[in-house]
Protein backbone atom coordinates (compact mmCIF):
# COMPACT_ATOMS: atom_id res chain seq x y z
CA UNK A 1 0.00 0.00 0.00
CA UNK A 2 1.57 3.46 -1.06
CA UNK A 3 2.65 6.28 1.32
CA UNK A 4 -0.58 7.77 0.00
CA UNK A 5 -2.74 5.48 1.09
CA UNK A 6 -1.67 4.80 4.19
CA UNK A 7 -2.54 8.30 5.30
CA UNK A 8 -5.74 8.90 3.53
CA UNK A 9 -8.77 9.29 5.91
CA UNK A 10 -10.85 7.81 2.80
CA UNK A 11 -10.10 4.45 1.97
CA UNK A 12 -9.33 3.85 -1.67
CA UNK A 13 -11.13 0.20 -2.89
CA UNK A 14 -9.57 -0.99 -6.16
CA UNK A 15 -11.73 -2.08 -8.56
CA UNK A 16 -12.60 -5.89 -8.65
CA UNK A 17 -11.64 -5.84 -12.38
CA UNK A 18 -10.86 -3.28 -14.69
CA UNK A 19 -13.77 -2.31 -16.82
CA UNK A 20 -14.19 0.00 -19.96
CA UNK A 21 -16.16 3.05 -18.92
CA UNK A 22 -17.66 3.99 -22.68
CA UNK A 23 -21.03 2.10 -22.39
CA UNK A 24 -20.74 2.96 -18.31
CA UNK A 25 -18.98 5.94 -17.19
CA UNK A 26 -19.94 6.51 -13.89
CA UNK A 27 -21.50 3.22 -10.97
CA UNK A 28 -21.86 3.43 -7.63
CA UNK A 29 -23.64 1.82 -4.70
CA UNK A 30 -25.33 4.63 -3.13
CA UNK A 31 -28.77 5.98 -1.35
CA UNK A 32 -29.87 2.56 -0.93
CA UNK A 33 -29.58 2.12 -4.33
CA UNK A 34 -27.17 0.39 -7.46
CA UNK A 35 -27.35 3.55 -9.55
CA UNK A 36 -25.69 5.33 -12.39
CA UNK A 37 -24.98 6.77 -16.20
CA UNK A 38 -25.09 4.36 -18.97
CA UNK A 39 -24.68 5.59 -22.16
CA UNK A 40 -27.46 4.56 -25.16
CA UNK A 41 -26.43 2.13 -27.56
CA UNK A 42 -28.34 4.06 -30.30
CA UNK A 43 -27.62 7.76 -30.39
CA UNK A 44 -24.21 8.96 -29.28
CA UNK A 45 -25.49 12.15 -27.50
CA UNK A 46 -28.07 10.46 -25.07
CA UNK A 47 -27.16 8.45 -21.87
CA UNK A 48 -29.46 6.70 -19.62
CA UNK A 49 -29.28 7.29 -15.62
CA UNK A 50 -30.58 4.09 -13.93
CA UNK A 51 -31.04 2.58 -11.09
CA UNK A 52 -32.18 -0.78 -9.13
CA UNK A 53 -33.64 -0.30 -5.35
CA UNK A 54 -31.79 -2.33 -2.55
CA UNK A 55 -33.98 -4.83 -1.09
CA UNK A 56 -37.13 -3.79 -3.00
CA UNK A 57 -35.03 -4.39 -6.41
CA UNK A 58 -37.44 -1.55 -8.01
CA UNK A 59 -36.01 0.12 -11.40
CA UNK A 60 -35.91 3.33 -12.76
CA UNK A 61 -34.47 4.39 -16.05
CA UNK A 62 -34.51 7.84 -17.93
CA UNK A 63 -32.64 9.76 -19.73
CA UNK A 64 -30.62 12.55 -18.21
CA UNK A 65 -33.63 14.87 -19.25
CA UNK A 66 -36.41 12.67 -17.62
CA UNK A 67 -38.01 11.10 -20.84
CA UNK A 68 -38.54 7.66 -19.60
CA UNK A 69 -36.47 4.42 -20.83
CA UNK A 70 -38.68 2.62 -23.86
CA UNK A 71 -37.32 -0.81 -22.60
CA UNK A 72 -38.25 -0.29 -18.98
CA UNK A 73 -41.94 -1.16 -19.02
CA UNK A 74 -42.57 -4.24 -17.43
CA UNK A 75 -38.99 -5.52 -16.43
CA UNK A 76 -35.50 -4.56 -16.28
CA UNK A 77 -34.17 -2.77 -19.68
CA UNK A 78 -30.52 -3.06 -21.06
CA UNK A 79 -29.45 -0.50 -19.69
CA UNK A 80 -30.46 -1.74 -16.02
CA UNK A 81 -28.54 -5.19 -17.00
CA UNK A 82 -25.78 -3.09 -18.49
CA UNK A 83 -25.49 -1.29 -15.20
CA UNK A 84 -25.51 -4.43 -12.95
CA UNK A 85 -22.58 -6.04 -15.33
CA UNK A 86 -20.80 -3.11 -14.68
CA UNK A 87 -21.11 -2.83 -11.20
CA UNK A 88 -20.11 -6.23 -10.83
CA UNK A 89 -16.73 -5.26 -12.12
CA UNK A 90 -16.44 -2.63 -10.47
CA UNK A 91 -17.34 -3.89 -6.85
CA UNK A 92 -17.65 -7.63 -7.40
CA UNK A 93 -20.63 -9.86 -7.24
CA UNK A 94 -20.47 -10.34 -3.45
CA UNK A 95 -20.23 -6.73 -2.94
CA UNK A 96 -22.88 -5.71 -4.70
CA UNK A 97 -25.07 -8.44 -3.65
CA UNK A 98 -24.82 -7.88 -0.28
CA UNK A 99 -25.66 -4.14 -0.43
CA UNK A 100 -29.07 -4.85 -2.40
CA UNK A 101 -29.67 -7.76 -0.59
CA UNK A 102 -30.09 -10.01 -2.86
CA UNK A 103 -29.83 -14.11 -2.23
CA UNK A 104 -28.79 -16.18 -4.81
CA UNK A 105 -28.05 -19.97 -5.24
CA UNK A 106 -24.44 -20.65 -5.40
CA UNK A 107 -21.62 -17.94 -5.61
CA UNK A 108 -23.06 -14.91 -7.16
CA UNK A 109 -22.26 -13.19 -10.67
CA UNK A 110 -24.02 -10.53 -12.23
CA UNK A 111 -26.20 -13.33 -14.15
CA UNK A 112 -27.18 -14.82 -11.14
CA UNK A 113 -28.08 -11.21 -9.30
CA UNK A 114 -30.29 -9.87 -12.30
CA UNK A 115 -31.70 -13.07 -12.50
CA UNK A 116 -32.64 -13.34 -8.71
CA UNK A 117 -33.58 -9.30 -8.95
CA UNK A 118 -36.42 -10.36 -12.08
CA UNK A 119 -37.79 -13.45 -10.47
CA UNK A 120 -38.85 -11.14 -7.97
CA UNK A 121 -41.23 -9.57 -10.19
CA UNK A 122 -40.01 -5.87 -9.46
CA UNK A 123 -42.23 -2.91 -9.99
CA UNK A 124 -40.91 0.55 -11.69
CA UNK A 125 -39.58 3.00 -9.08
CA UNK A 126 -39.11 6.96 -9.20
CA UNK A 127 -37.00 8.57 -11.36
CA UNK A 128 -36.69 11.19 -9.13
CA UNK A 129 -32.94 10.61 -8.08
CA UNK A 130 -31.73 10.65 -12.02
CA UNK A 131 -31.06 14.39 -11.53
CA UNK A 132 -28.86 13.90 -8.24
CA UNK A 133 -26.78 11.12 -9.63
CA UNK A 134 -26.70 12.88 -13.35
CA UNK A 135 -25.10 15.88 -11.31
CA UNK A 136 -22.54 13.82 -9.56
CA UNK A 137 -21.21 12.21 -12.70
CA UNK A 138 -20.98 15.73 -14.04
CA UNK A 139 -19.11 16.66 -10.80
CA UNK A 140 -16.63 13.57 -11.31
CA UNK A 141 -16.30 14.97 -15.40
CA UNK A 142 -15.27 18.34 -14.24
CA UNK A 143 -12.21 16.97 -12.31
CA UNK A 144 -10.61 15.65 -15.37
CA UNK A 145 -10.80 18.74 -16.92
CA UNK A 146 -8.09 20.37 -13.79
CA UNK A 147 -4.61 20.33 -14.31
CA UNK A 148 -2.40 18.07 -12.70
CA UNK A 149 -1.57 18.94 -9.33
CA UNK A 150 -0.76 18.02 -5.87
CA UNK A 151 -1.79 21.19 -4.42
CA UNK A 152 -5.46 21.29 -2.65
CA UNK A 153 -8.59 21.75 -4.17
CA UNK A 154 -11.46 24.09 -2.87
CA UNK A 155 -13.99 22.06 -3.04
CA UNK A 156 -12.33 18.97 -1.12
CA UNK A 157 -11.03 20.97 1.83
CA UNK A 158 -14.09 19.11 4.14
CA UNK A 159 -11.63 15.84 4.00
CA UNK A 160 -9.87 16.64 7.50
CA UNK A 161 -5.69 17.38 7.96
CA UNK A 162 -4.03 14.10 8.36
CA UNK A 163 -1.36 16.09 10.20
CA UNK A 164 -0.77 19.32 11.28
CA UNK A 165 1.11 22.32 8.81
CA UNK A 166 4.54 23.56 10.28
Same mark, same amino acid.
Given at each position: ?8 ? %? #? ?6 ? =?? *? ?9 ? &? !? ?37 ? %? #? ?6 ? =?? *? ?9 ? &? !? ?71
Amino acid at each position: MSDWERSST %A #RVVPPARP =RK *LAKVPFVELAD &G !RLQGVVSSGSDIERVYVSSVGAGTFAYACSTNNNRPCGG %A #RGGYCNHI =RT *LINEAVLQYGA &G !RVARYLRVETEGEPSAQTLTASMTGARPSQGDTAAAAPVFSRFLRHLAYLELAPTTGPLPEMQWFPPTRAVA
